[in-house]
């Protein structure tokens, strides 16, 4: 049973808008999440993290927002450029863990 | 720096084949994994190993076998190659996951390709 989530499969959004990507989780004993892309054939890469201990985390055109109550989190690019178009994946870890969680990812297409 | 390497990329199997998977890393990582990867299903880890000479299973490790008998290498075995084994698969390794200040992230290869007929 997959314990992170994300629902959506696809998502398409034109360059310059807002991408939003959301993930679901369902153990309580997460308290660390993280965001990777991953273009084709290439290995997924690290984009963004957040603790438990926050709410909201940027980087750039990047943030990552944690609502714990809910067990959810969101990535949101903006803008979404071209380059963006990948396949995203949510990650998750427990404190005494070494191991990551992944979601089924969700791709991304910037239409120019 | 090569970071993780994988060898090798693209593999063809009969089922019955035995196959290993070789993975190394420059970067004095202590922690490596082996995830596959499948069409709506994610990443799914397969092995990991906390340090030179231990390893341990993780979500899907029935039909594979792993060794760490270096720090820097991480191998994955097939030992009957079974048609539900087509997938992708990606190393990793990471620091001391989770210590102070560190992001926590792991650093992937760029997978290998297996199909077995």
């Known amino acids: 049973d997959q314990q992170v989530k994300q629902n959506s499969p696809s998502l398409s959004v034109q360059e310059g808008r807002i991408s939003i990507l959301n993930c679901d989780y369902t153990n309580s004993m997460f308290d660390y999440f993280l965001w990777y892309k991953k273009y084709p054939a290439e290995g997924p890469t690290f984009l963004i993290s957040?603790?438990?201990?926050?709410d909201k985390n940027e980087d750039g055109r990047f943030t990552v927002f944690l609502n714990k109550s809910a067990k959810h989190l969101s990535l949101h690019i903006v803008p979404s450029q071209p380059g963006d178009s990948a396949v995203y994946f949510c990650a998750a870890s427990a404190w005494d863990d070494y191991k990551l969680s992944f979601g089924a990812g969700t791709t991304v297409t910037v239409r120019a | 720096n090569a970071g993780v390497t994988q060898t090798p990329k693209f593999r063809v199997l009969k089922t019955g084949q035995s196959m290993t998977l070789l993975c190394a890393q420059d970067m004095n990582h202590e922690y490596m994994y082996w995830y596959r990867q499948d069409p709506g299903m994610g990443l799914r880890l397969i092995h990991y190993?906390?340090?030179?000479?231990?390893?341990a299973k993780g979500e899907v490790p029935d039909g594979y076998n792993v060794s760490r008998l270096k720090k820097q290498n991480f191998l994955l075995g097939l030992e009957s190659a079974a048609p539900s084994q087509t997938s992708v698969y990606f190393c990793?390794?990471?620091?001391?996951?989770?210590?102070?200040?560190?992001?926590?992230?792991?650093?992937f290869g760029e997978g290998s390709r297996l199909t077995v007929l």
């Open positions: 190993s906390v340090g030179e000479g231990t390893t």
């Open positions: 957040i603790s438990s201990i926050k």
């Open positions: 990793a390794s990471s620091y001391l996951f989770r210590d102070r200040g560190d992001t926590g992230e792991l650093f």
